[in-house]
């Protein structure tokens, strides 16, 4: 490129840039889910994105919180991460929510959260989100699909556009194959058995690309 076109035109990282907004929501007890949205951060940037990693607020009483050694050490490595607001999901062209599997279901902290964006649910302002959810389970079929269908039934009726990883590249089959959203088993060490990180970044850039596409094409 010559020098006016550097001045004036768009570079080719320029016109690579996403230019799309994505929240990576999570709620995590014993940092997997923490560690699995620090990756999808990491995807969606690579993929030009500009990311927030926001959690949700902790509801558990600090008495059981200061009892689990593990639990404790999450909350403490995400003391600087900020809580996720409406203002955030507003921002946000697009979702990806990451949650450990609790008795088949999303943890009360995220529904909790869900629960209270009735306000921008009914200012059509969920409408057209592009959503992606990612899971953990201490068991190979803990109901890991189960959770991840209970965030997308909500997102179903924010009017979001659902953007599964599918089976759209191969490193979802050596992360365990789940077409749903990535999913991970974790031992009683707390440590992920399949690894899911090209994954988990696979499903981030697919997430922006759809994101990208729906922009776009409402414009
Ligand atoms: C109350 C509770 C319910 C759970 N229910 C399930 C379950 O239904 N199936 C399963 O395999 N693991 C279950 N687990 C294990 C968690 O899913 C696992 O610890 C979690 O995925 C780890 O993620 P994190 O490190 O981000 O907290 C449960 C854990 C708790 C505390």
Not at 67 to 88: I, L, Q, R
Not at 101 to 130: E, I, Y
Not at 157 to 179: K, L, M, Q, R, S
């Amino acid at each position: 490129m010559g020098s006016w076109s550097k001045l004036f035109g768009k570079s080719k990282e320029m016109e690579e840039m996403s230019n799309v907004k994505l929240a990576v929501v999570f709620y995590s007890m014993g940092g997997t889910n923490y560690q699995l949205a620090k990756w999808a951060e990491e995807g969606a940037k690579a993929a030009g994105a500009e990311v927030k990693v926001l959690k949700v607020e902790e509801l558990a009483p600090a008495s059981v919180i200061e009892g689990n050694e593990a639990w404790k050490a999450t909350v403490d490595a995400t003391k600087d991460v900020p809580v996720v607001t409406s203002e955030d999901l507003e921002w946000a062209d697009a979702i990806i929510f990451s949650v450990p599997t609790r008795f088949g279901n999303m943890p009360s902290q995220m529904k909790q959260f869900l629960d209270t964006q009735g306000g921008l649910w009914a200012s059509g302002k969920t409408v057209n989100k592009v959503v992606s959810a990612m899971t953990s389970a201490q068991n190979p079929h803990g109901g890991q699909e189960a959770t991840l269908l209970s965030l997308y039934t909500s997102m179903m009726h924010w009017g979001a556009i659902i953007a599964t990883p599918g089976y759209t590249d191969p490193v979802t089959f050596g992360a365990g194959g789940n077409p749903y959203g990535t999913s991970v088993t974790v031992g009683q060490d707390g440590k992920m058995i399949e690894d899911v990180e090209a994954a988990v970044k696979h499903q981030a850039k697919r997430t922006v690309t759809v994101a990208e596409w729906v922009k776009k094409g409402n414009q």
